[in-house]
């Protein structure tokens, strides 16, 4: 069976789900939560991702993405496969973690955005893992993060979630608000109905009917795009340019050329500098880093890396940045 085509845009937004393999509890202990947790801050770094909501349960996780550059399949690739490897290597186990690939519905910006974030952080209440007034105390969704500003991640932000609760504003008053209009909609079936929220993991889009319309007609043309082997293509070039583009500047501030590249060592500082900023900053693979910085093999390069990690050259490190 052919795999679903996935259309991606800049400012696109999406609900992104995914379980472990054969429903087991991969986040189970508060270590692989965490662990998971790290990974999704480091591709929200490399893709310039905003996160509205977030949560995760004992064996599944539920993102609202959204991606300010058309990156969501390459960070995607980047985040499952990165802790995945993590996961196993911590284990000594082989295998796949999760049940296929993940799953993504395109959400209509706006109303549609706020309802999967209501529905996002009720999932633990759904669960019985906490009552609506106990919400704030659990750590594992990001209802935690809005209503203690403190904690939030650079790369989250609560205003689809408040403004949709009914134009609040991010202030105590206004995130107290948040939480009992929660716990409204916990209490009034016909109103989690209206919402849509058996629909939030089903189908392929979250949004009204002239938005599933339009996604409709833009979804026949990438899919004649991608017959005429065109589509992939694109997403590949757009990929590759952002990383290009990255490294233009990591030369910039360096102050080195491209011919340096070819010119000096494998191991020089400023080389091994600019690698880490670009795995920090960018999808880029080993592989990639090896080719195009001249550094070795995708094996030397993880080596390399790992290594000016431990110990960072911090004078690079602070003009590289």
Not at 105 to 127: D, K, Q, S, T, W
Not at 164 to 174: E, N
Request: charged share 25%.
């Amino acid at each position: 069976m052919a795999r679903k085509l996935r259309l991606e845009s800049e400012g696109g937004i999406y609900h992104v789900l995914n379980r472990g393999n054969y429903r087991s509890d991969l986040f189970r202990t508060e270590k692989a939560k965490l662990a998971f947790m790290t990974c999704l801050a480091e591709a929200c770094a490399k893709t310039g991702w905003r996160l509205h909501a977030w949560c995760l349960m004992s064996n599944h996780y539920h993102l609202a993405i959204e991606t300010p550059q058309a990156n969501l399949v390459e960070g995607m690739r980047w985040l499952q496969g990165t802790f995945s490897v993590r996961f196993n290597r911590l284990r000594k186990e082989q295998g796949h973690l999760f049940q296929g690939r993940y799953k993504s519905l395109i959400v209509e910006p706006g109303e549609g955005l706020g309802r999967l974030c209501h529905y996002i952080h009720l999932n633990p209440v759904r669960a019985k893992l906490c009552a609506v007034e106990d919400l704030h105390e659990w750590a594992w969704s990001s209802f935690h993060w809005l209503k203690q500003p403190k904690q939030r991640a650079e790369w989250y932000t609560p205003h689809a979630a408040l403004e949709s609760g009914g134009g609040l504003a991010d202030t105590p008053s206004g995130r107290a608000k948040y939480q009992e209009y929660l716990a409204w909609v916990c209490e009034h079936e016909p109103t989690r109905k209206a919402l849509g929220f058996e629909r939030m993991s089903a189908g392929w889009v979250i949004g009204s009917l002239d938005f599933r319309k339009e996604l409709a007609q833009e979804h026949r043309a990438a899919a004649a795009a991608l017959q005429l082997g065109q589509g992939d293509k694109e997403n590949r070039d757009v990929a590759e340019a952002v990383r290009q583009d990255a490294l233009n500047k990591a030369l910039r501030l360096a102050g080195k050329k491209r011919e340096d590249l070819v010119r000096e060592g494998k191991s020089v500082p400023w080389k091994l500098a600019v690698a880490a900023v670009l795995k920090r900053q960018t999808t880029a693979t080993n592989r990639w880093l090896g080719e195009n910085l001249r550094l070795g093999s995708l094996h030397e390069v993880s080596r390399k890396v790992c290594a000016w990690e431990r110990q960072p050259d911090q004078g690079w490190l602070k003009k590289l940045t």
